[in-house]
């Protein structure tokens, strides 16, 4: 079965003709520079930063280049299928928007924005636990729209727990787990503006609206905020966590989890082991560990180890249809967009996060086509040439 495209395509140069131009840059790689202009420096510094040197982040693009498409000619791609569902949600094209943080240094609207695009959109969205709106306001905002949550593992099991069953009674059917970040990664561009908002108290929305956590508190939230924000800068990350710790969520989450942060083999394996639903092959934007390896280098081999036995995702340097293209071909069965949508909203609000969603989507489906791939199923490693 085929499915209507949505030519975003057509509609630019539709109406073009009456003189409109788009918005915003239809290269999603020009979205950073265009963010930059209208963003306070540091919130921009905050989005695009990485840690260390940044070598990482910038490897997460390069190791893209490394690859090529090959298409293929003369095959009927007149009603092509690039839908899918994975752990039980709908995907219109195989991609999700990141779970990130602290929304609303992009724009006012943050979250909400977004969840209101990502309904519109049907695309799924995962909420950050270090969002600046509730959990449950966020919901409110993608009303049917399809949700995952992003567990910050904090070191408080009580306030875990809670966490967890707002989140799934606020609707969040998927949980994601994000590993590599029992603590904050080695900043500069944040270290050398001294400025990490939740020591503001923003984006630690969820754990100041949460019972759990007010409990522990001698004085209310509304009248100590200080001393709310000091308990959640001890209750952020624990490092003592091992992969002993994994049946803790199983017990508290009944539904699909999966483990984001995966580089390794090894750990594809542990995960395999620990019996969840999937992971994500991430290194979070080349925020954490500096000198890491790109995530798309890392994706063969674990799908390969894997791939039929677990759900597996991809994200850290997605910015167009090609990039898609090569890492599903290199096992993702879906791929998470972040930076270039945060960079969207920062633009646009809503319609700008709905202008990256398009753009992407619509990229991807032509290329798809124009490599004549008619479906998911057809791509594979034999689609693509590395480079010498
Ligand atoms: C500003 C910012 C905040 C982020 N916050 C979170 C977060 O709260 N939880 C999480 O799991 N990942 C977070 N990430 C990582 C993203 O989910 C994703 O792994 C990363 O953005 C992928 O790299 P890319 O945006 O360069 O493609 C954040 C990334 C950025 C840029």
Known sequence: MGQLLESYQDEIYLTGLTGTMPDL??????????ARAVMAPRAF???AGAAGSGETAQENLRAFRRWRVVPRMLTDVSTPSYSARLLGTDLPVPYLLAPIGVLSLAHPDGELAVARAATAAGVPMILSTMATSTMEDVAAANGDGQRWFQLYWPKDRGVAASLLGRAQAAGYRVLVVTLDTRTLGWRPRDLDRAYLPFLQGIGIQNYLSDPAFQAGQVSSVEDDP???ILRYTQMFGDLSLTW???PFLQEHWHGPIVL????????AHRACQAGVAGIVVSNHGGRQVDGAIAALDALPAIAQAVGTKLAVLFDSGIRG????????ALG???VLVGRPYAYGLALGGQAGVRHVLRALRNDFELTMRLAGLATLSELGPDC???RP
């Open 384 to 386: 693509l040439q590395r």
């Open 260 to 267: 984001k942060g995966i580089l390794s083999v090894a750990d």
């Open 244 to 246: 002993d710790d994994i």
């Open 226 to 228: 200080q001393t709310a």
């Open 45 to 47: 510094d905050y989005v």
């Open 332 to 334: 993702a069965q879906a």
């Open 25 to 34: 840059p239809t290269d999603l790689h020009q979205l950073e520079e265009a």
């Open 321 to 328: 249809g090609a990039d898609m293209i090569k890492a599903l």
